[in-house]
């Protein structure tokens, strides 16, 4: 579903991903772990092109990302994307940041986007903040909104770029559980976390990315169990 | 009742109203396009094409590095004077604010849209928006928001700015003010008064403006 291969972006003289390879399946959950500034968020954003590669090939379902052809905005509405930070729109109710996406991308009408939505806001259990400005939202609900805004667009793909690393701890779970849903309904996933508990119970497989490449992939229960790369086995001691 | 209706502070305000409009009119249609300007080139600011970044920089710096008597001096006689047409008064003043208040706008609308989160650009292009509809739909609803104490602040200063053009006998609140006197010789009342004109308009602008700046704050 996503190949990736020899993948180098540099910012200026600074190389951060260094030949990354990597074959993504549909409905793999994938996580991407390592240190920061080890280049997987960098990974991540090449995937939908929110960073310029610099060289080498990303291709999503047949298309490359690369090719200077291709029409960016069309792939993207198949590629959601979840941020750290949220990035909701302020200036927007909840509802409005969840049917923006379909109206103005799909061409949809107000009451038929809103149909898309209000089933996605019961999903992750905001059915009463539709009408809610973000501010007035914690954390894990802005992020479950965020989720929300992706899943409108009825992505193929969903990328999440560390999101729980911004959330007060107790509201983690929340986020969490609905990523596994997700998971479970057979999404296909790349997700960039620190939650090592996640990436061992829902990852299919595991990314571990140290100085811009990948050091080490394998199973979960293999990659945390008995890893073999001495860089993998010396973050663990760390996180673990 | 009398006492009121022979003092030269009433009898210099039918003067005034007459010069009010005229400041009003000047002031707002000028800062109408230069609204127009200052969105054009403040954009023209953020762009990552050189040569239309560069013509924009060098019109904001122009505009703000001369005085603006010497920018209506320079429209009214100068472009006159090249040109070899006589350009109306009031049109003069109106080009005037428009270019002069066009800079400053425009560096308003650099300042506010810059201002605006990175992430909120890609959450939009994320979804799948096109640039032109991140801007349109994400980022200048909000860059608007914070534009509009500045521009409230600009209006009362381009507002102030129109009195310049009692030098080339524009019959603004100033030079209508000016008349007043200069048939009377009754200066004080008469410049209290156009004070007092200014006041009217600039103050109570000034007290939204710290409402709308507090609200905003939140």
């Given at each position: 579903?996503i190949t990736?291969?020899?993948l180098?972006?540099s910012?200026g003289?600074?190389?951060?991903?260094?030949?990354?390879?990597?074959?993504?399946?549909?409905?793999?959950?994938?996580?991407v772990?390592?240190?920061?500034?080890?280049?997987?968020?960098t990974?991540?954003?090449?995937?939908?092109?929110?960073?310029?590669?610099?060289s080498?090939?990303?291709i999503?379902?047949?298309?490359?990302?690369?090719?200077?052809?291709?029409?960016?905005n069309?792939?993207?509405?198949r590629v959601?994307?979840v941020?750290?930070h949220?990035?909701l729109?302020?200036?927007?109710?909840?509802?409005?940041?969840i049917?923006?996406?379909?109206i103005?991308?799909?061409?949809?009408?107000?009451?038929e986007?809103?149909k898309?939505a209000?089933p996605?806001?019961?999903?992750?259990?905001?059915s009463?903040?539709?009408?809610?400005?973000p501010?007035?939202?914690?954390?894990?609900?802005?992020q479950?909104?965020?989720?929300a805004r992706?899943?409108?667009m009825?992505?193929?793909?969903?990328?999440f770029?560390e999101?729980?690393s911004?959330?007060d701890?107790?509201?983690v779970g929340?986020?969490?559980?609905?990523?596994?849903?997700?998971a479970?309904?057979?999404?296909?996933m790349?997700?960039?976390t620190?939650?090592?508990?996640f990436?061992?119970?829902v990852?299919?497989r595991?990314?571990?990315?140290?100085?811009?490449?990948?050091?080490?992939?394998?199973l979960?229960?293999?990659?945390?169990?008995?890893?073999?790369n001495?860089r993998?086995?010396?973050?663990?001691s760390k996180?673990? | 009742?009398?006492f009121?209706t022979e003092?030269?502070?009433?009898?210099?305000?039918?003067f005034l109203?007459?010069?009010?409009?005229?400041?009003l009119?000047?002031t707002?249609?000028g800062?109408i396009?230069?609204f127009?300007?200052g969105?054009?080139?403040?954009?023209a600011?953020l762009s990552k094409?050189k040569?239309?970044?560069g013509?924009?920089?060098?019109?904001v710096e122009?505009v703000?590095?001369?005085?603006?008597?010497?920018?209506?001096?320079f429209?009214?006689?100068?472009?006159?004077?090249?040109m070899?047409?006589?350009?109306?008064?009031?049109?003069?003043?109106?080009?005037?604010?428009?270019i002069?208040?066009?800079?400053?706008?425009?560096?308003?609308?650099?300042?506010?849209?810059?201002?605006?989160?990175?992430?909120?650009?890609?959450?939009?292009?994320?979804?799948?928006?096109?640039?032109?509809?991140?801007?349109?739909?994400?980022i200048w609803?909000q860059?608007?928001?914070?534009?509009i104490?500045?521009?409230?602040?600009q209006?009362?200063?381009?507002?102030?700015?129109?009195?310049?053009?009692s030098?080339?006998a524009?019959?603004?609140l100033?030079y209508?003010?000016?008349?007043?006197?200069?048939?009377?010789f009754?200066?004080?009342?008469?410049?209290?008064?156009?004070?007092?004109?200014?006041l009217?308009?600039?103050?109570p602008?000034?007290?939204?403006?710290?409402?709308?700046e507090?609200?905003?704050?939140?």
């Amino acid at each position: 579903m996503i190949t990736v291969k020899d993948l180098h972006k540099s910012f200026g003289s600074n190389e951060v991903l260094k030949g990354i390879n990597a074959e993504i399946k549909e409905k793999e959950v994938v996580c991407v772990i390592g240190p920061s500034g080890s280049g997987k968020s960098t990974f991540l954003r090449c995937l939908n092109l929110l960073e310029e590669v610099t060289s080498g090939d990303v291709i999503i379902q047949g298309d490359n990302l690369t090719d200077p052809k291709i029409n960016i905005n069309k792939i993207r509405s198949r590629v959601g994307m979840v941020f750290q930070h949220f990035n909701l729109f302020p200036h927007k109710t909840v509802l409005e940041n969840i049917t923006i996406g379909p109206i103005k991308v799909k061409g949809m009408k107000k009451a038929e986007a809103e149909k898309v939505a209000r089933p996605l806001l019961e999903k992750v259990g905001l059915s009463d903040k539709a009408d809610a400005y973000p501010e007035s939202l914690s954390g894990g609900q802005k992020q479950r909104v965020a989720i929300a805004r992706s899943l409108a667009m009825e992505p193929s793909i969903m990328l999440f770029d560390e999101p729980t690393s911004a959330l007060d701890p107790e509201l983690v779970g929340d986020v969490l559980e609905v990523m596994k849903d997700l998971a479970k309904e057979g999404m296909t996933m790349v997700v960039v976390t620190h939650e090592m508990g996640f990436a061992r119970e829902v990852g299919d497989r595991v990314l571990f990315m140290d100085e811009g490449v990948i050091m080490e992939e394998d199973l979960p229960e293999k990659l945390f169990g008995d890893p073999q790369n001495p860089r993998t086995q010396e973050f663990l001691s760390k996180v673990l | 009742m009398e006492f009121i209706t022979e003092s030269h502070y009433y009898r210099v305000m039918p003067f005034l109203l007459e010069g009010l409009v005229w400041t009003l009119l000047i002031t707002f249609v000028g800062l109408i396009i230069g609204f127009v300007l200052g969105a054009i080139f403040g954009f023209a600011r953020l762009s990552k094409n050189k040569l239309i970044y560069g013509i924009a920089t060098v019109y904001v710096e122009a505009v703000r590095g001369t005085p603006i008597l010497a920018q209506i001096l320079f429209i009214y006689f100068g472009l006159s004077d090249l040109m070899g047409v006589n350009i109306d008064k009031i049109t003069a003043s109106i080009i005037a604010i428009a270019i002069n208040a066009g800079a400053y706008i425009a560096e308003i609308v650099r300042g506010a849209v810059y201002s605006i989160d990175k992430g909120q650009e890609e959450a939009g292009r994320s979804i799948g928006l096109t640039r032109n509809q991140t801007m349109r739909y994400i980022i200048w609803p909000q860059a608007f928001r914070r534009m509009i104490p500045p521009l409230g602040n600009q209006f009362v200063i381009s507002l102030k700015d129109t009195s310049l053009f009692s030098v080339i006998a524009v019959g603004e609140l100033l030079y209508m003010g000016q008349q007043y006197y200069g048939m009377t010789f009754q200066a004080f009342q008469a410049l209290t008064m156009v004070c007092v004109m200014y006041l009217i308009i600039t103050v109570p602008t000034a007290i939204y403006l710290r409402r709308v700046e507090r609200r905003l704050d939140v």
